[in-house]
């Protein structure tokens, strides 16, 4: 059987409500799914809700932006609750630094010649987390690209003209922070970590010894080869080799969940041992 571990909702940047989700990922045949949106928990309700009324477990999560040693990784947590605790109450700063950060970027838009508003960015988020993928269909509506991967691909990019910093957790603060809260940690999709290959597994060394559970090794943008050497390099570091599809519905249409492009199955194995990580 297969799960999912890595999927978007309209509490952030995905286009499907959470209840949706649930629905595709019970109808795909999921034995679970692990709902990840960026620094919210704020669809989980409505997602476990819905999963009461399919044969699907759902796993609460989210993703993080952290920083270790200057590498930018994104981090999946897992199994956190919708309520307070160490690292659920860190969410709300962690948005606020994105709300910052969007008026920055629509300021450097303007100042690049497109004429959008943080009304009109807005408009096109249903959740609580608003973020780059917001401005890119903010930009769409304007008629100044054609869709978020253009935008992503020059402006808003890291490095691109209009992209700005915002403020991040450390890696192993997220780590802490997670395990504090009865949760475990992943690094997602590890490849987009600007850096080589042997430094990419002395990161991966370095936040194992801090707590770090497993590596997004069946992920669906990676071909079948690349695939089966992540879980290898997370077999020989003693971490979980979990994976996701990245769903984030007409956000990334070439995605679907469950499969993304069409090939991916997420042993459901890789949840049980994520399971038996937990503090």
Same mark, same amino acid.
């Given at each position: ?23 595709? *990922? ?18 989980? @309700? ?26 930018? &990784? ?70 100044? &690209?054609?869709?978020?991967?253009? *935008? ?34 992943? &690094? ?9 290959? *042997? ?53 990334? @249409? ?26």
């Amino acid at each position: 059987m297969a799960v999912d571990l890595h999927v978007h909702s309209s509490a952030s940047d995905g286009t499907d409500a959470p209840d949706l989700v649930v629905a595709k *990922a019970a109808a795909f045949g999921l034995t679970a799914l692990a709902l990840t949106d960026h620094d919210t928990l704020s669809g989980i @309700p409505e997602a476990l809700a819905a999963a009461a009324r399919f044969p699907i477990e759902l796993i609460p999560g989210v993703e993080l932006s952290v920083d270790h040693a200057g590498a930018k &990784i994104h981090m999946l947590a897992y199994f956190l609750e919708p309520t307070s605790g160490p690292l659920q109450d860190r969410l709300e700063g962690l948005r606020t630094g994105r709300s910052i950060r969007n008026l920055r970027i629509v300021e450097r838009l303007n100042e690049l010649g497109y004429s959008i508003t943080m009304e009109d960015v807005l408009r096109h988020a249903a959740g609580d987390a608003v973020g780059r993928p917001h401005i890119a269909d903010a930009l769409v509506e304007a008629g100044a &690209i054609e869709n978020r991967s253009e *935008a992503f691909a020059g402006l808003l990019s890291d490095g691109g003209s209009a992209y700005v910093e915002r403020d991040r957790l450390t890696a192993i603060d997220a780590i802490t922070l997670a395990t504090e809260s009865g949760g475990v940690t992943s &690094i997602a999709h590890p490849l987009t970590i600007n850096t080589d290959a *042997a430094n990419l597994r002395s990161i991966l060394e370095d936040l194992r010894d801090h707590g770090l559970a497993g590596i997004e090794a069946h992920y669906s943008e990676y071909p079948p080869p690349i695939r089966t050497q992540l879980a290898a390099v997370a077999a020989d570091l003693g971490l979980v080799a979990t994976g996701g599809s990245d769903y984030h519905g007409l956000g990334k @249409p070439d995605l679907q969940i469950g499969s993304g492009l069409g090939d991916l199955v997420v042993p459901d194995a890789a949840l049980e041992e994520l399971r038996h990580r937990r503090p």
